[in-house]
């Protein structure tokens, strides 16, 4: 397999890929939840929670202090965890409230995803590819968050591979985990730089997936082959990021269905208008893309 030269400069339309990416995460997840009209999931939530998480390192790193990324992740996750159970993880550091958790103090009974996620975070020590806390846990709950890895812009596509790494490292450790959040990383990271012409990036990168068993790489299969053919399908008309996760079939599962639809936005560039976020996951959404916009590009959106 060849890799293709990249250019590091991310393109103009990059904001508005941000957006589509975050706005499709939680209008996917919805589309195959039977209670979507009943508020936010933990699939959109957590996301949304890893990614200011990784703001935050972007933050220090902007006043010329070291971060580690990881741990910020990690820190935003048990806060994640706080959300949707209402406590702390015992033992655990009780990490300062940034905007987000005042932005969803008032939500309640968040929608289930993998319950990885939430058994991930429980432990109370840091979870990494070098000390995994579940080394045969597995499930798609890791692809979300891959794609939200690929957000950061002007870095190489192996930091954008090793960042979705680490997010999945903190609750998943099984190495198949691991090796699917990588993959999906590089995916999305694919349709921010090549735009329409990511699927034959995509379809690279699904052969590299093999045959391997483990429900995260069966996961990302289903969704790169599916966001595969909806590019293939929508020729020059309209597109609907969210419209890939009919193609996933009735039993696609919140995460796998939120990750198909982030990776067709990340190479349209946008979520069609008759679509919606889950209630009360709208105005997060919105406040995550300027701060993050600004914060890595330096402009407001």
Do not use: K
């Not at 329409?196 to 995260?216: F, H, I, K, V």
């Amino acid at each position: 397999m060849t890799s293709p030269q990249q250019d590091l400069e991310p393109l103009p339309d990059f904001a508005d890929r941000v957006l589509a990416v975050l706005q499709a995460t939680a209008e996917g997840a919805a589309a195959v939840r039977p209670d979507a009209g009943s508020g936010p999931g933990e699939t959109e939530t957590l996301q949304l929670f890893l990614l200011d998480g990784l703001l935050e390192a972007v933050e220090w790193a902007n006043d010329g202090v070291a971060a580690d990324e990881a741990a910020c992740m990690w820190l935003a996750g048990l806060r994640w965890y706080r959300t949707v159970t209402g406590a702390f993880p015992q033992n655990s550091p009780e990490p300062l409230p940034r905007w987000i958790d005042r932005a969803f103090d008032a939500v309640h009974g968040l929608s289930p995803a993998d319950p990885q996620n939430v058994l991930g975070f429980s432990p109370p020590d840091m979870a990494s590819t070098g000390r995994p806390a579940f080394p045969t846990a597995d499930g798609p709950g890791v692809l979300p968050r891959a794609a939200a890895m690929a957000l950061l812009p002007r870095v190489d596509a192996d930091t954008t591979a090793r960042l979705a790494t680490d997010a999945a490292a903190l609750t998943h450790g099984s190495p198949a985990a691991h090796r699917a959040a990588g993959l999906a990383g590089r995916a999305v990271r694919a349709g921010l730089d090549l735009g329409p012409d990511a699927p034959a990036r995509w379809a690279e990168l699904l052969g590299e997936t093999g045959n391997d068993d483990g429900a995260s790489l069966a996961a990302l299969r289903s969704a790169l082959a599916a966001a595969i053919d909806e590019l293939a399908g929508q020729g020059t008309g309209t597109r609907d990021a969210t419209a890939v996760v009919h193609r996933l079939g009735g039993d696609a599962d919140p995460d796998t269905a939120a990750y198909a639809a982030a990776l067709v936005a990340s190479a349209t560039g946008h979520v069609r208008s008759g679509g919606r976020p889950a209630p009360d996951a709208g105005p997060v959404i919105g406040q995550m893309h300027h701060r993050w916009v600004e914060a890595v590009l330096g402009t407001a959106p």
